[in-house]
């Protein structure tokens, strides 16, 4: 199992990318990368991290990387692996790296696609929590009452962020049942790296959900990426999960910081009111009780007696 | 938003005017480049400015890469942002040249790195084409329609400690430049296909695995540095450093300074507290 120590010295995401300084998708790339190993093919849609890995004409990945249009990730991740394999390379690992505009909302119907079709790829979310490429527009999985430019502030109650809970993307893919499904956390590299490692090992469609906070875009400190990171987990508003082969299990039981630890160090949610703050205490509550039920019913399953076919 | 703010400036006195800025994939801290045109008459030209009569250079690390005064006018001058007084700028030629250390200014009274509005501080007094008054409209204009009124207050305060700190005088020629930085191939030379494979160019290496080539050691304002003697060697600052700027060493890791934004992650996981981040200043002020 890869610990923080046994990783490898070579980096297969290079210095010299452009992405801002602290950027969560650029670790969350940089680490996956580093677990994956040369024999990789990358596949990236429109994203930041096309942008800050892939200016003509440098390029920072070490392994081939390709890209078609924002929303093809999993059908040409998809193709390539399937290309692979009639080559006779089935040992190659084809990852697709998307950001959570390019998988919750423009990447969906094709991530649906690949992944009720099990397709042999292993496809890795960066969010970010907005389309922070374009300039920090509201996604599916903004979170409630973030600013964003498109969810500004007003003077009404309409107009006080983001109206909306955040989009549960691991639980629409848990309902493909594909082999592995996990979501993780920056802020805590044990968990983060032993999912990637699992994931790489494992054939079929894995899905793997990693929380990349964004300093600019959540206008916080560019040093606070990794406190933001376990802070998320900890409040309970971000769960770290992995629903593998039919079993759901609860990774990592969160000591319920008070959320507001985690909103203060955000300048997205600087306006918010007593009144959201409680929706949002209240949000992580239901959906704690939530996914302990969903945890409890998908456990794992008491071995019984085959029934023998006479 | 700045080069917006000169032209509001120039508007406020009396001037007609335009801004807009390069249109790139920019991050926060990589290279940028915007322009504003002012004049008494209606403009017409709408084009970037490739002959300037100022140029403004908000960092200094720039000068070592960028010939920014490729295209200045005669008579023109440069405004740097830079601890040095303007007589020990070294650039390509000889310039009329002021020089303000407005990252100082912006971190006093603005919090942030954020250098630009004291620059248009250093601006108004340099040039002396726009007023103050007119500045400070610019910026209450677009800092405070897009932003807070606190934020543009704020700015103003930077602008104006600029404005009295800006320094005149002459920088000296003698900087030579390679006579291209940039890749710029022409159709033949461009291997077939959609995909630039690794090549080695004379401006370094391109295509897969090419970044390094693009050294982005110059974004950082705050520089990390390590004390050995405190590291316990748990590579936390190695895993998270985005940039790959920390390496293994034999006993303790080490930091690299060619492609480190200065984010400051490093020093932020470091349990022991053996990284700590200083201001990086090229040269102290002389008095």
């Given at each position: 199992m890869t ?71 999993a059908i040409?991740a998809a193709?390539?692996k399937r290309?692979l394999k009639r080559?006779g390379k089935d040992d190659t690992t084809v ?16 991530l649906s696609g690949a992944a009720e079709r099990n397709e042999d790829i292993l496809y ?44 549960d993307v691991p639980r629409i893919l848990m309902a493909h049942d594909v082999p592995y499904v996990a979501t993780a ?6 968990d983060?790296l032993k999912k990637v490692d699992k994931a790489k090992a494992k054939k079929g469609f894995r899905y793997l959900h ?29 769960t770290l999960l992995e629903y593998e082969d039919g079993v759901l299990t609860l990774n990592r039981e ?33 959906k704690w009780e939530r996914d302990r039920a969903l945890a409890k019913a998908l456990g794992p399953k008491p071995k019984v007696p085959v029934a023998i076919v006479r | ?287």
């Amino acid at each position: 199992m890869t610990t923080v120590k046994d990783l490898p010295r070579e980096d297969y995401f290079l210095s010299g990318h452009t992405a801002c300084p602290g950027c969560g998708g650029a670790m969350v790339v940089r680490e996956v990368m580093k677990v994956l190993g040369p024999n990789t093919v990358v596949y990236m849609p429109a994203s930041c991290l096309l942008i800050f890995s892939d200016m003509y004409p440098y390029n920072a990945f070490k392994v081939p990387s390709l890209q078609i249009l924002f929303e093809t990730s999993a059908i040409a991740a998809a193709g390539v692996k399937r290309a692979l394999k009639r080559l006779g390379k089935d040992d190659t690992t084809v990852v697709a790296f998307a950001g959570d505009g390019g998988t919750a909302d423009i990447g969906m119907q094709a991530l649906s696609g690949a992944a009720e079709r099990n397709e042999d790829i292993l496809y890795v979310c960066y969010d970010n929590e907005a389309y922070m490429n374009t300039g920090i527009q509201r996604s599916g999985t903004t979170p409630f009452g973030a600013w964003t430019t498109t969810t500004p502030l007003g003077s009404t109650s309409e107009g006080q962020g983001k109206n909306e809970f955040k989009k549960d993307v691991p639980r629409i893919l848990m309902a493909h049942d594909v082999p592995y499904v996990a979501t993780a956390s920056l802020g805590f590299p044990a968990d983060f790296l032993k999912k990637v490692d699992k994931a790489k090992a494992k054939k079929g469609f894995r899905y793997l959900h990693v929380l990349a906070p964004c300093p600019v875009g959540w206008r916080a400190e560019s040093d606070s990426t990794v406190d933001l990171a376990k802070l998320a987990v900890e409040t309970g508003i971000f769960t770290l999960l992995e629903y593998e082969d039919g079993v759901l299990t609860l990774n990592r039981e969160p000591r319920f910081t008070p959320v507001r630890e985690y909103l203060k160090l955000q300048g997205r949610f600087k306006h918010l009111s007593e009144g959201q703050i409680a929706s949002i205490e209240r949000w992580v509550k239901d959906k704690w009780e939530r996914d302990r039920a969903l945890a409890k019913a998908l456990g794992p399953k008491p071995k019984v007696p085959v029934a023998i076919v006479r | 938003m700045a080069a917006q703010a000169l032209a509001v400036a120039a508007s406020h006195d009396g001037y007609s005017a335009i801004a807009f800025p390069f249109f790139g994939a920019e991050r926060r801290g990589a290279p940028v480049l915007a322009f504003t045109r002012f004049g008494e008459e209606r403009l017409r030209v709408r084009t970037q400015v490739y002959e300037p009569h100022f140029v403004v250079v908000l960092d200094e690390s720039l000068v070592e890469t960028v010939d920014v005064l490729a295209g200045l006018r005669p008579g023109g001058m440069v405004i740097v942002n830079t601890t040095r007084a303007p007589d020990r700028l070294v650039l390509s030629k000889k310039a009329k040249s002021a020089t303000v250390d407005a990252t100082t200014i912006a971190l006093k009274h603005t919090k942030q790195a954020a250098v630009n509005t004291a620059m248009l501080g250093a601006f108004a007094k340099a040039t002396g084409l726009i007023t103050l008054e007119g500045v400070e409209a610019g910026i209450m204009e677009v800092f405070g329609r897009r932003l807070s009124k606190e934020i543009a207050d704020r700015n103003v305060a930077a602008a104006r400690a600029a404005y009295e700190a800006t320094r005149l005088g002459e920088g000296d020629s003698g900087r030579v430049y390679a006579k291209a930085t940039k890749w710029l191939p022409t159709a033949q030379e461009l291997p077939p296909g959609l995909a630039t494979p690794p090549m080695e160019t004379p401006f370094g290496r391109v295509g897969v695995g090419s970044s390094p080539s693009n050294l982005t050691g110059g974004w950082r304002v705050n520089k990390p540095v390590l004390d050995g003697a405190e590291c316990t060697n748990c590579l936390l600052c190695w895993f998270y450093c985005p940039d790959g700027s920390i390496t293994r060493g034999e006993k303790i890791v080490e930091i690299h300074y060619e492609y480190c934004k200065g984010c400051g992650i490093c020093a932020a996981v470091c349990a022991p507290k053996a990284i700590h981040m200083e201001r990086e200043i090229e040269e102290e002020v002389k008095a």
